[in-house]
């Protein structure tokens, strides 16, 4: 998963440990800090495989890893990208990732993520149902003080849902117009 948004971010240009780092933590989701002894190794581990070079490079007059993508690391890229999500836990992030990326996809391809997005966000959004109706008979029937949370909690949850299910859907609509084969980015200002 992480390896997705690794060379992704470094399809734009080299950059260093630190920069990936942050480009790594503002994306996860839930939120969480990455460390030097997880990101190094998952450089060391790209650059083993053939798909980054680690270079020093002294930036700004500190002595730094700079990381630069090869043609094997491009060809990965493009391999995860059109690799399917699993759905398990990393399922949002790797989403996100994807999503960073789909402007260097054509329309067709973004077709298919979103649409994945939306077909796993509704399955999760029938899940929140089903608990939300038997938390509500459960509720009825006791004195349970934890359902009223629970309750209040699975309509966050479906909230958020319904949000990403009409982000989608928005994005979707933009490009209904282009062809699958077209280039499409939200902020191309000729579409």
Do not use: C
Request: no cysteine.
């Amino acid at each position: 998963m992480y390896d997705l948004l690794i060379l992704g971010a470094l399809m734009v240009h080299a950059r260093t440990g630190y920069k990936l780092r942050q480009i790594l933590e503002g994306n996860l989701e839930p939120r969480r800090q990455i460390s030097n002894g997880v990101m190094y190794p998952l450089l060391h581990k790209l650059e083993a495989a053939g798909y980054i070079t680690l270079s020093d490079e002294l930036i700004k007059g500190r002595a730094q890893k700079l990381a630069t993508i090869t043609d094997a690391g491009r060809a990965y890229f493009t391999q995860l990208m059109h690799t399917p999500i699993p759905m398990d836990a990393k399922r949002e992030s790797t989403f996100r990732f994807k999503f960073r990326a789909l402007g260097r996809e054509n329309v067709g391809f973004q077709r298919l993520v979103l649409r994945a997005y939306i077909s796993a966000t509704a399955a999760d959004m029938e899940v929140y149902q089903f608990v939300t109706q038997h938390l509500q008979e459960v509720a009825g029937r006791t004195t349970r003080q934890d359902a009223g949370w629970s309750l209040r909690t699975l309509e966050l949850e479906r909230a958020l849902a319904t949000t990403k299910i009409n982000w989608a859907q928005t994005q979707l609509q933009a490009m209904a117009d282009l062809p699958d084969d077209a280039e499409y980015t939200a902020l191309d200002a000729s579409n």
